[in-house]
């Protein structure tokens, strides 16, 4: 009987590691692409070793595109012009790409394999994403489900961006969870404090991210941040500024708020923030200190379901009504609208601006899902 | 087994023998895959290859390492772990050397170590005792099979998307119908080989 379970072993033992070395073997062989070349806009170049996606053989010489399902090709953010080496659309690549920029060569960088030499095109303005080392120098929570994240710069020491740029949080293995992810959010602090970022994080049930934010996170700890990237900022212009968020897309707007603090506009601005219950909303003190201190600046929080307890004189029900009513009272000729939040609301919300006559174009918005 | 030709196994394998409509292997792609013929066709392709090479492979581990050990119980184990390598190996090589047809199976191919199709050829291959060449035509003969009876179903089911189905019977409800209905229709071909 031994003897048996001893051969057993031994076969089965012997024909896996048999099986596993041809395959060790095989990839050395196979997959092995050797050095490759990216071109990147006719200026730049990089080797790199062959035979893994673009966007990790651009990370590994610290250029970074946006990505916010850690190259799982779901996003689309990574997508980026390669004009030579990229071989065939790939069918998960299909999906996630409109007609003009399939014809423009416009690829998803985390799909493309690198297996010889490529030549591609990006915004100049990536190459100033960077990786950033940071300190949490503070936690506190905003909501029962909203955590304000304060993180301290330590190299590099500074950052530029404009106000309503977002940067990924690069989050670590905890618990059962063994990879680890990066998430998108926006920066909440204003411009001009360079040496901090401040973030809001919504615990999203079964978040990877979110979830080691609020259960493991702790201040002191240390944590990498790549970033800025984004285009949502604000655009000049004459009409009135309408801005709509919900939950945690609070972030933008209070960076946009403490720009238009240092330099306030000639127009008027109004800001709709929707939530369900007072137990939703949060920042209250700081918007009645921005609308002390910008001149024009309103601020009309309403509750979808407001509690018996809650005590609510304001606003009442979905966003989309405040918003509407406000809108058919204004010019709304050549008023902007910038809107941050869930999919769901900045659809509803835009529907309603171009309803009002809001242009298209002069709609602005960053949703998350 | 000695006598019977490969062409013969490789023709009842494909019709009378059907492994699919004869013996309900590779159900669960076959329903999940059909919708569209596209896809179904690269799933398809991918068996046939798969199975050949398996089928070869494991005639290989099985006569000249398992049974001369006296270790032929392992022939589960030892079956699933080549069907597995193979394929790695496979997506690999393809990946490579051919780059349009690492677009249509690749991400098929993973898929097909879980099909039990693959490792019922290489399992009847040895209850019936074939050769080395007539479990080559064996498995090949099964892939092309399953290759058919997967393309009519998709082929079915892409004209069902215009017709009206009650409620109920969409998606598997009306593929399982069909899949019985063409399995009957495989039976006019039985009077022709029988293979056991």
Request: proline share 5%; hydrophobic share 45%; aromatic share 10%.
């Amino acid at each position: 009987m031994t003897v048996l379970i001893l051969k057993t072993v031994f076969l089965i033992t012997a024909i896996n590691g048999a099986l596993a070395v041809l395959l060790v073997i095989a990839e050395r062989f196979f997959a092995n692409y050797g050095e490759c070349r990216i071109r990147i806009n006719d200026q730049k170049e990089l080797t790199v070793n062959g035979g893994i996606s673009l966007l990790s053989a651009l990370s590994s010489q610290k250029i970074f595109l946006p990505s916010a399902c850690g190259g799982r090709g779901t996003c689309a953010y990574c997508k980026c012009q390669v004009q030579e080496g990229a071989g065939p659309l790939l069918p998960t690549e299909e999906p996630l790409l409109s007609p003009e920029e399939i014809n423009k060569q416009v690829r998803l960088a985390c799909q493309v394999k690198v297996k010889q030499d490529l030549s591609i095109r990006i915004p100049e303005e990536l190459f100033a994403i960077q990786q950033f080392e940071t300190v949490v120098e503070q936690m506190a929570d905003l909501t029962y489900d909203i955590k304000r994240v304060r993180l301290k710069l330590i190299d590099p020491n500074a950052i530029q961006f404009k106000a309503g740029q977002y940067v990924q949080l690069v989050s670590q293995p905890y618990g059962k969870v063994r990879e680890s992810v990066q998430r998108a959010y926006s920066i909440a602090s204003p411009t001009y404090e360079n040496g901090i970022v401040e973030l809001m994080i919504r615990l999203v049930p079964e978040g990877i991210c979110t979830t080691w934010v609020h259960e493991v996170l702790q201040e002191g700890d240390h944590v990498q941040i790549i970033g800025p990237m984004g285009d949502f900022e604000m655009h000049e212009g004459e009409g009135e500024i309408i801005m709509v968020a919900g939950g945690s897309g609070m972030a933008p707007m209070v960076s946009l708020l403490s720009d238009m603090l240092k330099d306030p506009p000639k127009r008027k601005a109004t800001y709709f923030f929707g939530a369900v219950t007072k137990r939703d909303i949060f920042f209250l003190d700081e918007m009645a200190e921005f609308e002390k201190r910008i001149p024009n600046f309103n601020f009309v929080p309403a509750l979808s379901d407001p509690q018996p307890d809650d005590d609510w004189d304001g606003e009442t029900g979905l966003i989309t009504v405040p918003l509407g009513n406000y809108l058919s009272t204004i010019k709304t000729e050549n008023a902007q609208g910038y809107l941050c939040g869930s999919p769901g609301m900045i659809h509803a919300c835009v529907n309603v601006m171009k309803e009002n006559g809001i242009s298209g174009e002069n709609i602005f918005f960053d949703p998350f899902g | 087994m000695e006598g019977l030709s490969p062409w013969i196994l490789f023709f009842a394998a494909i019709f009378t023998g059907n492994i699919l409509l004869t013996y309900f292997l590779g159900m669960c792609s076959f329903l999940s895959v059909s919708k569209q013929i596209k896809t179904a066709s690269g799933l398809g392709l991918a068996v046939i290859f798969v199975l050949t090479i398996t089928a070869a492979l494991n005639w290989i581990v099985y006569w000249h390492l398992l049974q001369p050990l006296g270790m032929e119980y392992l022939r589960y184990i030892v079956f699933i772990v080549v069907i597995a390598a193979t394929v790695q190996l496979l997506e690999m090589f393809i990946e490579r050397y051919s780059e349009s047809l690492y677009l249509n199976l690749g991400i098929f191919l993973p898929l097909i170590t879980v099909n039990c199709a693959i490792l019922g050829v290489s399992l009847f291959m040895i209850i019936r005792k074939y050769t080395f060449i007539q479990s080559v035509a064996f498995g090949a003969g099964s892939g092309i099979g399953w290759f058919l009876a997967i393309l009519a179903m998709a082929g079915i089911r892409e004209r069902l998307n215009e017709k009206k189905i009650p409620a109920a019977l969409h998606g598997p409800g009306i593929a399982l119908i069909i899949s019985g209905i063409m399995a009957m229709a495989f039976i006019g071909f039985s009077g022709m080989v029988q293979i056991q």
